[in-house]
């Protein structure tokens, strides 16, 4: 930690409050003009199977709250995934090791029916404050696992809790990971930058607006409290769809098993598909997402402007 460190953030110089701002950047756009299929906007879907990790990497020891996140694995992703068919809709999940280990059929089952797996930690850990060797080592021994159990390697990782420490992107550049889907720069996918150039990681961006948690989770002993009604979550997913249709851009929407798969709140993802098909939406996994905008960028005037 550097002398500057100590200091109060009014205190520092701007060498300091630069470099903190500058590590990890957003640079180049990755807009495609145009998306596979003749379609007209791009919907990614995404599920954060956590299950019992999260009352794990608190080192929690309830059985009640570890039952929440049984229901994940043993109603709520089969739920998603017979909706997922019915709808002929590819999505991706992100899954600690820890989860995988405990459900492994289940990531087989995902795999087998068309959707990606990605990286999601070891066991949900608070991946920004680790040293920096004990996260890499999680995040290299989570691919082999994911690996081991799925049979094939993943491409993309998606942080525990979105979060990002000061080596995080580092090592996701050095195992080689084509993509990250952690950060909220944009609204469609962008280049990476490593303290300023560019490290070949692309980053499909998520927002807590375009995530179920934020909405519904309930905390029994904190404050947190669901505080909208799944019709009101609905009309938000559905005016951000709308919107990224109107762009010509990229919809990514986040889940968790337990908590969008409830009998009162599975309609969401389901009405939200159909309207999605309806306005000619290509539907893909995150992989396949960031693999065309790459590609596209590429290509001479294939950027879309921003609206
Ligand atoms: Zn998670």
Avoid at 51 to 59: A, I, P
Avoid at 101 to 118: S, W, Y
Avoid at 265 to 288: K, M, P, V
Wanted: hydrophobic content about 40%.
């Amino acid at each position: 930690m550097t002398d500057m460190a100590a200091r109060e953030p009014w205190q520092w110089d701007e060498a300091e409050w630069r470099g903190r701002v500058n590590r990890v950047r957003a640079g180049r756009r990755l807009a495609p003009a145009s998306w596979p299929d003749g379609k007209g906007f791009a919907v990614a879907i995404s599920f954060d199977s956590d299950h019992e990790t999260n009352e794990l990497r608190d080192g929690g020891n309830s059985i009640s709250r570890l039952s929440w996140g049984e229901y994940g694995a043993r109603v709520g992703v089969p739920r998603i995934l017979d909706l997922l068919k019915r709808h002929s809709v590819p999505a991706s999940f992100y899954v600690p090791a820890v989860a995988a280990l405990l459900h492994p059929d289940e990531q087989r089952r995902v795999v087998a029916e068309g959707h990606e797996i990605g990286l999601h930690g070891w066991i949900h850990e608070r991946n920004s404050v680790l040293p920096e060797a004990a996260e890499r080592d999680l995040m290299l021994r989570s691919a082999d696992t994911i690996e081991t159990v799925c049979g094939e390697r993943a491409i993309g990782i998606r942080t525990p809790s979105w979060d990002f420490g000061p080596g995080t992107l580092r090592t996701i550049r050095d195992m080689g990971l084509a993509y990250d889907s952690s950060l909220m720069a944009d609204e469609d996918c962008y280049e990476l930058l490593l303290d300023g150039e560019e490290c070949g990681v692309a980053e499909l961006p998520v927002e807590w607006i375009r995530d179920d948690a934020p909405y519904f989770l309930m905390d029994r002993f904190g404050s947190a409290r669901p505080h909208l009604a799944p019709a009101d979550v609905f009309d938000i997913y559905r005016r951000e769809l709308d919107a990224a249709c109107d762009a010509g851009g990229l919809f990514q929407l986040t889940l968790h098993p337990h908590i969008i798969a409830a009998r009162s709140r599975i309609w969401i993802l389901d009405e939200l598909l159909g309207h999605a098909a309806a306005r000619g939406a290509w539907f893909a996994t995150h992989r396949d997402v960031v693999a065309h905008a790459r590609a596209a960028a590429s290509g001479p005037g294939s950027s879309r402007e921003k609206a």
